[in-house]
C-alpha cells in the first residue's frame, strides 16, 4: 500500500541532522526520506527526540547542522501551512475554544480565503471534510463538548478543509477511548489510500504495527528504518528502548 498517488517525490527530507538545545545533542545521524503517500510512524522512548524531531522535519527548529527540507524547500523557510495538518494530543487542544466544530473545520480555509469571507466552493470542502471523518452530525457541536475521539477528527477535518496533503499527529489517541482508537486508525488508514502522506509520532506500539507501513525507531539516532514487519521482527525495539519494558504492547 503506498497510497493513491503512489508517487516518490520527497515530502520530508532530513540529510544527516544533529540538533540539541544545550551544547549536547538530543538527535544525531538522522538521514531519512518520506515520500507522498507513505504512512510512517516514529517510535521511541519519552525524551527519545520525537517531539524534536517533528520540529525538526516542519521547519519548527532549525538543525544544528545537516539538512531539513519539506517538499523540496528548506524546512525553515517553507511557508505554505495549509499543506500540513497537524494534530496535536488532544489532552493539549483545547478546553479554552469554546467554537463549534464547523467554525474548527473552517479556519482551514483562512490560509486559502486570507481571512476573507468563504465562497459556496470554501463550505463544500468544510462540508466535505465534516463528512470523511464523520462528523457531520456534531458539526454544530461545540467542541469542548466532544469526546477525545471526536475532537480528533474535528482537527482532521480542518487539515482536510485545508487541503494538506501531509498528517502530522503527535500521539494523537491518548486520551481516547479504546473503541474510538479502532476507528480513528481506520480513518487515517483510508486518508491515506486517498494519497494523504501521514506521519504518526506514537507511543503505542499495537497501533504501530497494525497501521503503518514503516518505522522509524528512535533514541537520539536511528535504530531502524523500514517495513513495520521486519521492525517487528528485529532486535531495535529491545535495543533502542532498554529497560522500558513497560512501552511494549502499547498504553491501550
Ligand atoms: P520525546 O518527544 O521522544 O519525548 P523530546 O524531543 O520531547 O522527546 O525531548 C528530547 C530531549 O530534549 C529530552 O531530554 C527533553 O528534555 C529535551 N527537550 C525537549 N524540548 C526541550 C526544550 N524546549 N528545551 C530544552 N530541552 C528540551
Known amino acids: 500500500r503506498n497510497g493513491a498517488a503512489g508517487g516518490t517525490k520527497p ?3 532530513l540529510s544527516d541532522v544533529a540538533f540539541g538545545y ?3 545533542p538530543v538527535v544525531e ?3 531519512l526520506t518520506i ?3 507513505e504512512y510512517v510512524a516514529v517510535v521511541g522512548p519519552n525524551g527519545s527526540g520525537k517531539s524534536t524531531l517533528m520540529r525538526l522535519m516542519l521547519g519548527l527548529l532549525r538543525p544544528d547542522s545537516g539538512v531539513a527540507k519539506l517538499f523540496g524547500e528548506p524546512s525553515h523557510t517553507f511557508d505554505d501551512g495549509a499543506r500540513i495538518g497537524y494534530v496535536a494530543q488532544h489532552a493539549s487542544a483545547s478546553k479554552k475554544m469554546p467554537i463549534t ?3 474548527v473545520v473552517k479556519m482551514g480555509r483562512f490560509p486559502h480565503v486570507g481571512f476573507g469571507r468563504l465562497s459556496a466552493d470554501d463550505w463544500a470542502i468544510v462540508d466535505d471534510a465534516l463528512e470523511t471523518v464523520g462528523m457531520s452530525a456534531f458539526a454544530d457541536r461545540r467542541v469542548t463538548q466532544l469526546s ?9 477535518a480542518r487539515a482536510l478543509a485545508g487541503e494538506a496533503d501531509l498528517l502530522v499527529l503527535d500521539e494523537p489517541t491518548v486520551g481516547v477511548d479504546a473503541e474510538s482508537v479502532e476507528a480513528f486508525y481506520d480513518l487515517l488508514e483510508s486518508l491515506n489510500d486517498d494519497g494523504i502522506t501521514v506521519l504518526l509520532i506514537e507511543h503505542d506500539l499495537s497501533a504501530v504495527t497494525e497501521q503503518a507501513e514503516r518505522v522509524v525507531c528512535l ?3 536511528i535504530y531502524f528504518d523500514g517495513p513495520t514487519s521486519e521492525f517487528v521482527e528485529s532486535d531495535a525495539l529491545a535495543r533502542a528502548f532498554g529497560t522500558a519494558a513497560n512501552f511494549v504492547g502499547g498504553s491501550r
Do not use: Y
Open 11 to 13: 515530502v520530508i527530507e
Open 29 to 31: 545521524d538522522i538521514s
Open 219 to 221: 533514541n537520539r539516532e
Open 35 to 37: 515520500d507522498e503517500g
Open 148 to 156: 477525545g475521539g471526536q475532537r480528533q477528527r474535528a482537527f482532521i
Open 22 to 24: 544545550t551544547a549536547s
Open 101 to 103: 466544530v464547523r467554525e
